[in-house]
């Protein structure tokens, strides 16, 4: 290009300087001269100069003219070539990155943090939960200590409250060698200190092991493995939510109320460790599961079926046989929207029937060594149950509508337990008798066979797109029960304790509150009251809801909580 304008520009300049050394010479010749036929003068040849000048002047005009073009020209072809490197590479990047999204996406947000091998074969979510609530929790007529030895039990403190972290969670869950084979782990830690509440006066009333043992310490809940067998079968191993009711089978995370209901909490299984088959169709699935037991929280304090299986080692076998299985019919709706306890406006309706069953047959093992297999004379002065067992049967019913604004849920439950070899865990300390030593230090008692009945109701309501409020009630009652050895220990004086538990009145008791859905369930705030117009026995007591034991009055619990999940 530049080649181009140097001989354009060096004709042109020949062209002139040809032009001007021909007049030139022409007068240098003579004093007159022709061109073109005419007489050249001095006269004459000055203005034909001046028009050579003026041509001159127009050439060079024309050659910047295309000097011009030709730098214009050579800029745009640069910009194009430009443009078209710049067009290249981002061709060449999205048809990498088509290819890197055919292939799998191997890290991002997906209602979750993830990461996922470029073949789609390896997956880990990575989640997790906090929850920070405040409870205030008022018994209008605390224990007087004077008042006797039974009510021991009891709580002498008017009013708890203060903050605590009741579900702070880290969360694993994926597959592996593909989709058919996922798992989970998932912890919680631990918000108390000690695992019982104590009186003013030093008297431990309740505990609670499964509310934590140890500030902070992580506790497993769920690490199970999971296979699908196709045509909607899978088998499951590991530890997890027995199946059974309603109220265990919704998260936590998605509660109505921020946590389970006092008649879930105690009558239904929690976690055990076993193996589970399932079956999941287009309006049907159900499961069943063998482990080593269900989370014995009938009574609060005082075991009837005595197990707690929450990861207990091989040799702390917790029962000799556990059957728990769950079945559920859907009339309507989809599977994903019985997930959680509420319908958001808009939501098609839903309804949903759920039944379950559990039967358990065990000893009472309350060590790594030591079963209750041996006659004892106790300290009140007659023999405790040598190899006796505890066998616990249970069914229960329940409900779920969702009407697109407004849900309602019902759950109902039965409970039989014969229980032969029954202990109050309150100061537990484990038995140590034997034939050579027959004294324990914490007898167990037959008590006969227990018949406890439950029941809870509860609805709400969307009043704004993001607002829901709700209102429920819970009832348990002993339905029979033959506590006359736990009467001989309470009126002996030495134990009082043991007859509080003996003849429970009712529970019966009203929740209500609402829910700012801020971002779904993912991140919400919620407020409730719990009131129990009438004493609350101490075989009712539930520390996780701030339900405390009462001997003569009534008592109201107040929560707030603000929930994440990631």
């Known amino acids: 290009m530049r080649r181009m304008r140097d001989r354009r520009r060096a004709a042109i300049t020949s062209g002139v300087a040809l032009a001007l050394m021909t007049g030139t010479t022409l007068a240098a010749g003579s004093g007159a001269g022709t061109v073109d036929g005419d007489d050249l003068t001095l006269e004459a040849m000055a203005n034909r100069l001046a028009e050579l000048e003026k041509q001159n002047d127009t050439l ?11 730098g214009e020209l050579w800029l745009t072809e640069r910009r194009a070539t430009e443009i078209r490197g710049i067009v290249n590479d981002v061709l060449a990047d999205a048809d990498s990155r088509a290819a890197f999204r055919d292939s799998g996406i191997t890290a991002g947000w997906n209602d979750g943090f993830f990461l ?10 990575v989640g997790g939960m906090v929850q920070a609530r405040y409870q205030y929790s008022h018994i209008r007529s605390p224990w007087n200590p004077s008042d006797g030895n039974e009510y021991q039990t009891q709580d002498d403190s008017s009013k708890r409250f203060g903050w605590d972290l009741p579900h702070t969670r880290l969360d694993f869950s994926g597959h592996v060698f593909g989709s058919e084979t996922t798992f989970r782990v998932m912890g919680e830690f631990a918000n108390t200190r000690p695992d019982y509440f104590t009186t003013n006066t030093g008297s431990i009333i309740v505990s609670s092991p499964e509310y ?20 909607g ?16 089978e919704v998260a936590i995370a998605n509660q109505m109320t921020g946590d389970r209901n006092a008649t879930a909490l105690h009558f239904g299984l929690g976690r055990s460790q076993g193996i589970e088959l399932g079956f999941r169709g287009d309006d049907i699935r159900a499961r069943v599961a063998l482990s080593e037991g269900a989370e ?3 009574f609060s304090t005082y075991k009837l079926a005595t197990t707690q299986p929450i990861n207990s080692p091989y040799f702390q076998n917790q029962s000799d046989v556990s059957i728990s299985a769950r079945a559920e019919w859907k009339l309507l709706g989809s599977w994903d929207d019985f997930d959680r306890m ?13 039944a379950g069953f559990h039967w358990q047959k065990n000893k009472v093992y309350l060590n790594q060594t030591a079963i209750n297999l041996t006659q004892q004379i106790n300290q009140f002065g007659f023999p405790s149950p040598a190899n006796n067992y505890n066998e616990w049967v249970g069914v229960t019913g329940d409900l779920t509508w969702n009407l697109g604004g407004a849900t309602i849920t019902a759950s109902g439950y039965l409970h039989n337990v014969n229980s032969g070899a029954s202990y109050l865990i309150q100061d537990f300390s484990l038995i140590s008798g034997n034939q050579d030593n027959p004294g324990g230090s914490n007898p167990t008692f037959d008590v006969g066979t227990i018949q406890l009945l439950g029941a809870s109701l509860y609805g709400s309501a969307y009043v704004t797109s993001d607002i829901e409020l709700f209102a429920g009630l819970d009832w348990m009652k002993l339905l029979d029960g033959d506590f006359a050895e736990l009467a001989v220990a309470g009126n002996s004086g030495l134990l009082g304790t043991y007859n509080a538990y003996s003849k429970p009145d009712p529970y019966l008791a009203i929740t209500f509150g609402g829910t700012w859905y801020i971002d779904g369930e993912d991140l919400k705030f919620g407020a409730s009251c719990t009131y129990a117009g009438s004493e609350v026995s101490p075989n009712w007591t539930t520390p996780q809801l701030g339900i405390r034991s009462t001997p003569s009055s009534d008592m109201y619990v107040v929560r707030a909580y603000f929930q994440l999940l990631f």
Do not use: H, Y
């Open 60 to 70: 060079q005009g024309r050659v910047r003219e295309l000097e011009a073009a030709d």
């Open 116 to 125: 996922q091998s470029p073949d789609g074969r390896f997956r880990l979510n």
């Open 212 to 231: 934590g043992s140890r500030n902070g310490g992580l506790q497993l809940l769920d690490a199970w493995i999971a296979r699908d067998l196709g045509s």
């Open 233 to 248: 079968f899978s088998v499951r191993v590991g530890q997890f939510k027995l199946p059974f009711d309603l109220g265990w």
């Open 296 to 298: 014995d929280n009938l």
């Open 342 to 354: 509420t319908s958001p406006p808009g939501e098609e309706s839903g309804l949903l029937l759920g």
